[in-house]
């Protein structure tokens, strides 16, 4: 006949009802403390016939909440959006709109035409893919909700040498240029005059690299 630790330790607490499981677990704690030696044993465990009647609900029900919390956890996580990361280059606090502003708040449509700053007015502002763009006239702003992609800046708004290089640095609207009706900024002056002694192996590189990095965050780069 098996001993009492053998038969004890072959019980898979599972398989047990709670207040058994219970009983199991409190005997192989102490069985365990016997074997190591300088180890103090836990408090004297309850009789189960002073163990009070609703034990099992007991038991049971904060198991079925913390099954219920993983499961519920599980399908938000299922039904909400993947939120991509810095996909544009955007100030840190949000615009009347409730989104963050884009392009420094300078007018889309007159960069991307005639690379004009002209400094936007939050009072015409158009939101695009989740960015506020501020507009100096009315007529701006409606040119660019007929045609966002005409107008606005390639690689969400950040350098675009710095994006050949598989980096997102700031876009600054002063050093722009605009190839083929398309809006390129730079971060800096001496960055945009390294851009034009090869501008075009840069831009094709840019294009190249932006796929793999257009969902990545800032700081992942």
């Known amino acids: 006949m098996p001993d009492q630790e053998t038969l004890l330790g072959s019980i898979p607490l599972s398989d047990a009802p709670p207040g058994i499981c219970l009983l199991i677990f409190q005997v192989r704690q102490e069985l365990t403390v016997r074997e190591v030696p300088g180890t103090q044993l836990p408090p004297e465990p309850l009789p189960l016939t002073s163990l009070p009647q609703p034990l099992e609900k007991e038991i049971e029900m904060p198991r079925t909440q913390t099954l219920s919390a993983i499961m519920m956890t599980a399908v938000i996580a299922v039904a909400m959006p993947a939120f991509a990361e810095d996909e ?28 004009s700053v002209a400094e ?56 722009a240029d605009i190839v083929d009706g398309k809006l390129y900024l ?36």
């Open 120 to 175: 936007g007015d939050a009072r015409y502002t158009i939101v695009d893919d989740g960015v506020a763009y501020y507009f100096a006239s009315e007529d701006s702003a409606k040119k660019f909700k007929a045609n966002p992609a005409m107008y606005a800046p390639q690689y969400g708004g950040f350098c675009a040498y710095a994006v050949a290089l598989g980096k997102k640095f700031d876009g600054d609207p002063r050093y």
């Open 88 to 115: 544009h280059n955007v100030s840190t606090g949000i615009t009347t709109a409730g989104v963050p502003l884009g392009l420094h708040g300078v007018d889309a449509v007159a960069l991307a035409t005639s690379n």
């Open 186 to 221: 730079f971060v800096n002056a001496e960055i945009f005059e390294k851009y034009k002694k090869d501008s075009t192996r840069i831009l094709a590189k840019a294009e190249r690299t932006w796929p793999r990095i257009e969902h990545k965050a800032v700081n992942d780069l």
